[in-house]
């Protein structure tokens, strides 16, 4: 067990994320305030910075397991932002010194930030304020999968109808609110859970109320996450089509139907394929397919072979998530040092897909990354050129406010002369964000501004 001396809790929760990447949390210990007389395999001092005090916590690890990390002491959730930031005063050459020597963060990583980086700089933008991102939630699943850390639950009638109630009343709100300050939506998107779980009568309202409401002749991009394909039918893909989105997001997350049952999707493999054969017949003109690698039970071979089948679905944008095992899922309550353990082997999916998905014309132009990923690893979403998501590179760049309705969105207002972001909540549990409707409008009548 290594023990290490840290001067306060911050330090200590700080530097847990760091060493719980090395090693699995029973194997070192840190110490705050320290007796004089304890003795410790390594001692951080008040005086340190915090990157200094990772820094040291970072080569300590490295030498003692002989591992190294592929996003070295980066913990942040937005890589690409901080590379931005950076090359706001340094050559690239620099920035990417800085990242390697600094942050430790391996060259392929550096590589990676640095084509992401440039494929958004040749996304054609419209001018910031007055246009805004819309993000509209629905908190439903047919089921609940495995990894599940959402506030998502499983619909019913009842609890969805009440739901939409509410909604209705925030879209008149923010749709009153962003018309009289003249703002207009650049892009729109529902997501969830999964939005198509609603029938197709309550998808057909909430898609008229939208488009009647927010779209305008200045929205360039309206997407809606369908998730799992046993939630889409052509009533439902027509209705897509008629109010305007152009873009849905149908996610197989595996290709291979053992893995689809242990993780709870209700739905197999060529129902996928059926999903999007009618999603192209509908006229939906942009699919994303989001992919994870790092699912129980799945080897490198099984997650190639769900890649080369999402390849034959030639989806315009394909998303590599890494597992995330949050407190909040079921798996972690089966496994506590899953993201540890499957580390490598993750890695190993991630730098593959990448090499794979590159031959085939899909170039990175997002990525972030969450607590808890295997392997500490991140998430990259890819797009044939030109299809790029909009919404997708504004919510990571934080550069556009975007306001978000419905149970658990949190609006992020931001001031360009500032450079700040201001946070405007609501609550997360869908029957309390009902209840206090009311307020969470006043909340935002507020807040936007
Ligand atoms: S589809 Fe997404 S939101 Fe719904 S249960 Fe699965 S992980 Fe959670």
Redesign the pocket.
Known sequence: MYRIAVPDQKSKYRLAELANMFLPSSAYEFVVEPNSHESFDLVLETEEHSNRQKQIVYDFFTRETGRTLDWGILTGVRPVKLLSEMLQSRPVAEAAALLRQEYRVAKDKVDLLIEVYTTQKSVNFAEAPPAVGIYIGI???????L????P?N?ISRDGSERYLSALYKEIEAVSDRIGKLGWHAESIYIG???PT?LDQAQLQELLRRVSQSIYSEHTREFTVEC??PDTIDVAKLNAIRQWGAERISI?P?TMVDRTLER???SHNAQQIREAFSLASACGIPLINADLIAGLPGETAADFRYSLEQVFMLKPANITIHTLAVKKASRLIEEDQDYAFRTGNATAEMLADAGAALKKEGYRPYYLYRQKHMAGNLENVGYALPGTESLYNIRIMAEDQSIIALGAGGISKMYYPEENRLERIPNVSNYEIYIDRIDEMIQRKEKGIQ
């Open positions: 908190p439903f699943c047919p089921t609940r999968c990894y599940c850390s959402f998502s499983v969830g859970g999964t779980s998730g799992r996610n997350q993780i709870g999707r």
